[in-house]
């Protein structure tokens, strides 16, 4: 036995259970498992989505790029919403690859994006801001797109907040894909910390996305739960339990040992498509060892369609500096602490771009 899998065997998760079935129902059942058990059920709607342009540059950065400025709006059961979108693309004669980022702030440069840089590697990006959507506090589900969707009093899998920004990034898309210039099987979801959560439940649900980015997602993200250093369960939902559903809640201290379910069946849940993991060497938060073990845990689920998962010495944990991205799951540790930078999206670009 190596070392990693004496490590997962000591946090007694429970398996993935591809064998023996078809993998795409099994992964179903896994997204009908995370939405009753952790970010709630999204509401099933069938929602439409225009655009209004409301500024155009079209020589950005140095004139190798277009930005655009869109108020998107989207129909929900008790009316119609808007939101901002920033899009900005690299000039080409062909359809490009596109990340799409749930963002923390709209500034073009940020300090979670270095859009030049992206689009110089021929990538166009888009992002709203995750606040423009719902507040991220606990104010009764009163703000933004959340009291446009009913609730239903006690019930244990209503959606959070997650969800909710989680949704947005998929109405985006509908109309990213109307404008016919990114290429199919280069797109990407993409956040960092709370919002590295909503892009891996993003991408679990909507199969359009064939990457997604996770940076930092940690507790009830891209790390194990069981053994994880420092947030846990307990912590998570009682300072941001506005995120999840409120079954999520009762898993929290010894009662984690009862859960049918671990962070693996997340990621379990984006097979075939892509995942890659950033994590940060002193991020004792999110916790690199859990991520790492995570990306491990998951693998089985792409050794179902008969493709690798994450391709990683077995022997040792990742030190700071580490890097694979040979799998469908992608896995470096940086060093530094809980951030998203420049040397996080050299490694995101180069996966997409293989």
Request: contains cysteine; glycine residues 8%.
């Amino acid at each position: 036995m190596s070392f990693v899998s004496e490590q997962l065997s000591a946090r007694n998760l429970p398996p993935l259970s591809f064998d023996g079935c078809d993998p795409e129902t099994r992964r179903r059942e896994i997204v009908g498992i995370l939405s009753e058990q952790i970010y709630g059920r999204t509401p099933d709607f069938p929602s439409e989505v225009s655009a209004a342009l409301t500024y155009q540059y079209d020589n950005c950065f140095g004139g190798h790029a277009r930005h655009c400025h869109y108020d998107l709006t989207v129909t929900a059961p008790s009316g119609r919403y808007t939101f901002p979108l920033y899009l900005t693309i690299p000039k080409s004669d062909r359809k490009v690859p596109l990340v799409l980022y749930i963002s923390f702030e709209m500034d073009t440069p940020s300090g979670f994006t270095p859009d030049e840089e992206i689009n110089g590697r021929g990538v166009a990006l888009a992002k709203f801001c995750y606040a423009d959507i719902t507040a991220d506090c606990s104010d009764g589900f009163t703000s933004g797109i959340a009291p446009m969707f009913a609730r239903k009093p006690g019930a244990p899998d209503l959606w959070g907040k997650l969800g909710m920004w989680a949704w947005a990034a998929s109405r985006a898309l509908d109309f990213l894909l109307t404008l016919d210039l990114f290429d199919p099987q280069k797109i990407a979801v993409a956040g960092h910390s709370r919002l590295g959560k909503a892009a891996l439940w993003c991408a679990a649900q909507d199969t359009r996305f064939q990457y997604v980015f996770s940076n930092n997602a940690g507790c009830a993200g891209d790390a194990l739960t069981r053994g994880k250093s420092g947030e846990d369960i307990e912590r998570i939902t009682s300072v941001f339990g506005y995120w999840f559903c409120d079954r999520y809640r009762t898993y929290a201290g010894d009662a984690i040992a009862g859960m049918p379910f671990d962070q693996h069946y997340l990621l379990a849940a984006i097979a075939p498509r892509h995942v890659a993991v950033g994590a940060s060497s002193l991020d004792s938060w999110a916790d690199p060892v859990s991520e790492f073990l995570c990306c491990h845990a998951a693998s089985p689920a792409w050794e179902a369609y008969h493709l690798p998962g994450l391709i990683a010495p077995a022997d040792h944990l990742p030190e700071a500096g580490s890097a694979w991205s040979d799998g469908c799951i992608a896995f470096h540790c940086r060093e530094g602490t809980h951030s998203i930078c420049r040397a996080d999206w050299k490694e995101y670009l180069d996966f997409l771009l293989k």
